[in-house]
């Protein structure tokens, strides 16, 4: 008599951003930033480019949501909607990151949020590679850090899926008055832009 196969056990398919393209394997261990620059590189994804901040920011969208709001993490069921109950623990997990009370209500956390100053790649590798997350004390110090090269993120894709990444934007520059003010939103050399950092800032006080 033949003896029993054993069960084979299955591990789970990926959930990350980075499974959804053939011919790509990916590292759910790696930090973000060195995991989208190998896809852009397969994908021909020039840095710099029009192309390459938005597929970023589909990313970090993607990545945020996946690791931090329940729904999202369900493997059996990939089109779940994320329900009230999901997003406010979806914030909570991001106060608990950067060190902020759990709040009661999602209002509460994305206010709290709002006013610290954090790296939201920072906090989606709290989830990828276990990094304890850092929270800046010196706002030019952390706007040095968030105007690195290739890190602007496109407006109009951070406000898509649940808008969850538009959440915790802010621009790093006000508006000057004067001759030399900058309007209706444009950057270096007059060009209309519709990025900004992907990062969680504070207001610079006055």
């Not at 029993?4 to 398919?13: A, F, L």
């Not at 021909?44 to 949501?65: C, D, F, H, N």
């Not at 729904?71 to 608990?96: K, R």
């Amino acid at each position: 008599m033949a003896s029993p196969e054993p069960d084979i056990k299955i591990p789970p398919s990926s959930q990350s951003h980075f499974a959804k393209f053939e011919n790509f394997a990916p590292d759910d261990d790696a930090p973000f930033e060195n995991e989208f620059a190998r896809l852009a590189a397969s994908q021909e994804w020039v840095p710099g480019s029009q192309e390459y901040a938005k597929e970023r920011t589909i990313a970090m969208r993607s990545e945020l949501k996946s690791h931090f709001f329940k729904s999202s993490q369900d493997p059996e069921n990939a089109l779940a909607t994320i329900t009230e109950e999901d997003e406010l623990e979806g914030y909570q997990a991001l106060c608990d990151e950067v060190d902020l009370p759990r709040y009661d209500t999602t209002g509460e956390c994305k206010k709290a949020l709002k006013k610290t100053l954090v790296n939201i790649v920072d906090l989606i590798d709290t989830r990828r590679t276990s990094a304890k997350v850092k929270v800046w004390q010196d706002f030019a110090q952390f706007r040095d850090y968030t105007l690195q090269e290739g890190h602007m993120i496109n407006r109009k894709e951070a406000k898509e899926d649940g808008g969850y990444l538009a959440s915790l934007l802010q621009k790093l520059f006000t508006e000057r008055r004067g001759r030399n003010r900058r309007r209706g939103g444009r950057g270096a050399g007059g060009r209309k832009s519709d990025k900004v950092s992907g990062r969680v800032v504070k207001r610079e006080r006055k």
